[in-house]
Structures are given as C-alpha cells and as structure tokens.
C-alpha cells in the first residue's frame, strides 16, 4: 500500500517537476517579497513560521505575499492565515497571480513549490525549514527533494541544522545562509510551577505531540509510553498521556487523542500538563520551543536534533528503551531539583530569542544582495 501511495505522488510531482538548474540574477532593489506555498492550511507550524517571518519583515518595511500554486480562494487562504497567526501582516494571492506577480524577491517554501519559483520573476530564493528528504524513504520522491538544493536557489535555513545537512549531501552552486531558529514568547507566557510537588504526587499528565509521518516516530513514541505507563502503575504512579497534533480519528495507544488543537488549547493543555514529549527527529518544530517556554519540563531523544538547538541539560533526553526513559522520568520525580535545574538552563536561552530578531537577520541576508 505504502509503495503504491508513493507513486502515485511521484506520479503526481513529475509533471509540475524542473530539473534545472537556474542562473540567478542579483535584484537592483529589494522591495516586493513574495512567499511561495502549496495552499494555506490551519493548524500548520510550517506556515505559521513563514507568517511570522513575513510579518517581521513587513515590519521592516518589505511589501510581502504568501501565494499558492493550489486551488484556493483569497478569502479561505486569509481565514487559514489568521487561524494560524491572528496578526500577520501581508497579502495573499491566489494561483491566478502567480505568472503576473512581479517580485524583486521571490521564496520557495517546500522542495515542491521550487520548481514553480523558478518560472517567476525576481531573485529565487528558497527559505529551508527542515532537509526535506528524509520525509521520504530512499527513492524517487527522495531524490527528487534533494536535488532541489543544487538548482542554484538562494537558499536560507531556519537553523544551522538543515544548512549543514544541505552542505554535507548535495552539490550546492548557490549560497545557504541562516537564520536563528525562534519562537513567539507573547503567545506561550511562563507558567510558574512548583516541580518540589512532583515529589508527592501520585497523578501525572503528559502532553505527547504526534504526527503520522515517521519524522515524529509515531509508533515508537507510543510503543514507549506505554510500557512507561505500565512501569508506573505497578509503583501506584498513574500517568495520564495526552496527545495532541493529529486529527482525532488516528487511534492513539494507552491514552487520549485531542487531535488539533488551537494556540489557545495548546496553552491550556501546557499549564495544566506536568511533562511534555515531543520527537524531533529532523529539524526541530515550535512545540519543544512553546512546551519550554511555559515552564513545561520536556521529554526529547537523544538521536534527535534537539541537543543540536538547545544548551545541554535543557531536557529529559531519553533513548529507544523504554527502561531509560522510565528511570529518568522517575528520577526527576523523586528529585524536582532536576526539573529546576533544566527550566533555569532552557529559560535562560529561550529569553536570547524572537522573531523580530530572526526576521532582521534575513533582512540582513537580502541587504548584502544589494551590496
């Protein structure tokens, strides 16, 4: 089944789908920018970061679009754009602009909105929020992600991460550039917690994000907690799992399925939640960066990229054993000072980042074109 769903995706990927490679002309101004997307969708972190990063630097003074190469209408792309981010700055535009757009920018933000950059007018660029490749098993689709890296678009990673996975695997002719990874601290405030109380308690919840796709090691993450679960219960510790990220109708194992959830239940969920567990396998997304900021102690995995983002001893690092994160789990249960100890290191860093920064940072990229 898995084989025949991918090719029909690649089937549905090669028509759309330019191999060349691009000579790319430096812009004589920088002005219009214009953000390239598949369609605007809810609850989506992806676009909610390109949001972002087009308002800041609508803030700056850049006249900024977000158009999608999809069917979609103007009024369900700014209902979507605002469920996801309620003040974003800029305009969107339908598929019916994309040949008469004229940006002196224009931004790639998937390796399959690429190939539809390159027939636009302006500077390519091609904004990197994850190595896209390995979304894919070793194959067509694979390949096809990869090689969009070395068809000479200006490419700017959010993170050192997918820079240096470019670097090290493809055969680039184009400048990779990046900016910090941030994250929105007005929407996800510190909730002050007693960890000391960890110690007496006897209930637990654990807010556990989950994706389908293997990235977010669906069944691994499951397969672990619940055996945790089990661990636990025979010490009279009852630990209540939580997941969130995934419509309702995927069947979650040992706990409940909230399925999407709004900022607004997200930060619900955090304040009321004791632990966090996210698997970040690839880049790292916002949930570890918003579990954090609300003082929320998190579970990662020591072969994903979150050691590569945060300072050590921000989080629970735990292995593939559900053994480890058991005693680990217990461990800073029974002594809270471990907990203070990880809030006090990831506060610490979080307070280095903002989107304001990140988004002068990429303003800075394109004010060296023009120099």
């Given at each position: 089944?898995?084989?025949?769903?991918?090719k029909?995706?690649?089937?549905?990927?090669?028509?759309?789908?330019?191999?060349?490679v691009?000579?790319?002309?430096?812009?004589?101004?920088?002005?219009?920018?214009?953000?390239?997307?598949?369609?605007?969708?809810?609850?989506?972190?992806?676009?909610?970061?390109?949001?972002?990063?087009?308002?800041?630097?609508?803030?700056?003074?850049?006249?900024?679009?977000?158009?999608?190469?999809?069917?979609?209408?103007?009024?369900?792309?700014?209902?979507?754009?605002?469920?996801?981010?309620?003040?974003?700055?800029?305009?969107?535009?339908?598929?019916?602009?994309?040949?008469?757009?004229?940006?002196?920018?224009?931004?790639?933000?998937?390796?399959d909105?690429?190939?539809?950059?390159?027939?636009?007018?302006?500077?390519?660029?091609?904004?990197?929020?994850?190595?896209?490749?390995?979304?894919?098993?070793?194959?067509?689709?694979?390949?096809m992600?990869?090689?969009?890296?070395?068809?000479?678009?200006?490419?700017?990673?959010?993170?050192?991460?997918?820079?240096?996975?470019?670097?090290k695997?493809?055969?680039?002719?184009s400048?990779?550039?990046?900016?910090?990874?941030?994250y929105?601290?007005?929407?996800y405030?510190?909730?002050?917690?007693?960890?000391?109380?960890?110690?007496?308690?006897?209930?637990?919840?654990?807010?556990?994000?989950l994706?389908?796709?293997?990235?977010?090691?669906?069944?691994?993450?499951?397969?672990?907690?619940?055996?945790?679960?089990?661990?636990?219960?025979?010490?009279?510790?009852?630990?209540?799992?939580?997941?969130?990220?995934?419509?309702?109708?995927?069947?979650?194992?040992?706990?409940?399925?909230?399925?999407?959830?709004?900022?607004?239940?997200?930060?619900?969920?955090?304040?009321?939640?004791?632990?966090?567990?996210?698997?970040?396998?690839?880049?790292?997304?916002l949930?570890?960066?918003?579990?954090?900021?609300?003082?929320?102690?998190?579970?990662?995995?020591?072969?994903?990229?979150?050691?590569?983002?945060?300072?050590?001893n921000?989080?629970?690092?735990?292995?593939?054993?559900?053994?480890?994160?058991?005693?680990?789990?217990?461990?800073?249960?029974?002594?809270?000072s471990?907990?203070?100890?990880?809030?006090?290191?990831?506060?610490?860093?979080?307070?280095?980042?903002?989107?304001?920064?990140?988004?002068?940072?990429?303003?800075?990229?394109?004010?060296?074109?023009?120099?």
């Amino acid at each position: 089944l898995q084989s025949m769903v991918e090719k029909r995706q690649v089937k549905e990927r090669l028509d759309p789908y330019d191999p060349s490679v691009i000579v790319n002309e430096k812009p004589d101004k920088i002005k219009k920018i214009t953000f390239v997307i598949e369609r605007m969708a809810k609850y989506n972190g992806g676009q909610t970061s390109i949001l972002r990063l087009g308002t800041e630097l609508s803030k700056l003074g850049y006249d900024v679009g977000y158009a999608v190469y999809k069917t979609q209408t103007k009024s369900d792309m700014e209902e979507c754009a605002a469920t996801n981010l309620s003040n974003y700055q800029g305009t969107m535009y339908t598929n019916k602009h994309l040949e008469k757009l004229n940006s002196d920018i224009v931004i790639a933000s998937s390796w399959d909105t690429v190939s539809q950059v390159k027939k636009m007018k302006g500077y390519k660029m091609y904004f990197l929020q994850d190595y896209e490749p390995y979304f894919y098993s070793f194959g067509e689709l694979f390949l096809m992600a990869k090689k969009t890296y070395e068809q000479g678009l200006h490419m700017v990673s959010l993170g050192r991460w997918n820079k240096e996975m470019v670097e090290k695997n493809c055969k680039i002719v184009s400048p990779v550039d990046f900016i910090e990874f941030p994250y929105e601290s007005k929407e996800y405030p510190h909730h002050k917690r007693d960890y000391s109380a960890y110690a007496h308690k006897k209930d637990f919840v654990v807010a556990v994000y989950l994706k389908y796709y293997g990235k977010r090691l669906p069944s691994i993450t499951q397969y672990l907690l619940k055996h945790v679960k089990e661990e636990f219960e025979k010490e009279g510790i009852h630990l209540h799992l939580k997941y969130f990220g995934e419509d309702k109708s995927f069947h979650c194992e040992a706990g409940t399925n909230l399925g999407m959830l709004s900022k607004k239940q997200l930060l619900s969920l955090y304040r009321k939640a004791d632990f966090g567990m996210v698997a970040s396998m690839s880049n790292i997304s916002l949930v570890p960066y918003e579990m954090l900021a609300t003082g929320l102690p998190l579970i990662e995995f020591e072969d994903g990229t979150f050691p590569y983002f945060f300072p050590e001893n921000s989080a629970i690092l735990t292995s593939l054993s559900y053994e480890d994160l058991h005693r680990k789990l217990k461990a800073a249960i029974e002594d809270p000072s471990i907990l203070q100890d990880m809030h006090d290191t990831s506060q610490a860093y979080l307070q280095t980042l903002s989107w304001a920064k990140s988004g002068k940072q990429f303003s800075d990229i394109l004010e060296r074109l023009l120099s």
